[in-house]
Nanobody, 116 residues
Framework: QLQASGGGLVQAGDSLRLSCAAS????????MGWFRQAPGKERELVAA????????YYADSVKGRFTISRDNAKNTVYLQMNSLKPEDTAVYYC???????????WGRGTLVTVSS
């Protein structure tokens, strides 16, 4: 089970940190990803972090502004979002993929709204 939190309403230029707490799985063996889905748009992968070496991936639209990290001792993955823009407005989901396979487990999402 994945539980995302930390969303909210902020102004452009502000920061937010999303958290996703995992339970019921061996967290350290899972790639973790943050996805988002804006109204009328397809879900997209925003950032991901590997289970074994901590390598990260970022969508071009968030590079330099967002940082994904994980704390295996707390079974939690984070998404630090800085310099937020109105186009970052979306429901953000965390997901888990066992040892780099397909994302199988999904959280319920947390809404991020960025006003201009």
């Amino acid at each position: 089970q994945l539980q995302a939190s930390g969303g909210g309403l902020v102004q452009a230029g502000d920061s937010l940190r999303l958290s996703c707490a995992a339970s019921g799985l061996t967290f350290s063996r899972y790639n973790m990803g943050w996805f988002r889905q804006a109204p009328g748009k397809e879900r997209e992968l925003v950032a991901a972090i590997t289970w074994n070496d901590g390598n990260t991936y970022y969508a071009d639209s968030v590079k330099g502004r967002f940082t994904i990290s994980r704390d295996n001792a707390k079974n939690t993955v984070y998404l630090q979002m800085n310099s937020l823009k109105p186009e970052d407005t979306a429901v953000y989901y965390c997901a888990a993929a066992l040892m780099g396979r397909q994302y199988k487990y999904w959280g319920r999402g947390t809404l991020v709204t960025v006003s201009s």
